[in-house]
């Protein structure tokens, strides 16, 4: 069974830069995705990248301060500059075995979720 593991969470003043970055333990399908969850809110989908059809999408609250990427087939970075409060959250990173994951990003899409690391952002 695939599994997911996310580090590089933590906490940093606004403007600063986080990268986080995710390791999968095989084969991660169509899609690697990033996700965001704060208490009280939908999880929102930040980035996508998919190895197989070789394109990417980054959300319109995030882009051109996000970047993503492939390091290798198995893992993912997420490259966070210019950090703001409102980044604060639960980052996910996911797999897909849907086609249609890369856009939108959309959290039915991806059927294997990691546990979770924490951004805090300060003002």
């Known amino acids: 069974q695939l599994r997911l593991v996310e580090s590089g969470g933590g906490s940093v003043q606004a403007g600063g830069s986080l990268k986080l970055t995710c390791a999968a333990s095989g084969y991660i399908g169509y899609c690697m995705g990033w996700f965001r969850q704060v208490p009280g809110k939908p999880r929102e989908g930040v980035a996508s990248i998919s190895p197989h059809f070789g394109s990417q999408s980054i959300a319109d609250s995030v882009k051109g301060r996000f970047t993503i990427s492939l390091d290798n087939d198995r893992t993912s970075s997420l490259q966070m500059n210019n950090l703001t409060p409102d980044d604060t959250a639960t980052y996910f990173c996911?797999?897909?075995?849907?086609?249609?994951?890369?856009?939108?990003?959309?959290?039915?899409?991806?059927?294997?979720w990691g546990q979770g690391t924490l951004v805090i952002v300060s003002s």
């Open positions: 996911a797999a897909s075995a849907y086609r249609d994951c890369v856009q939108p990003i959309r959290s039915e899409k991806y059927n294997v």
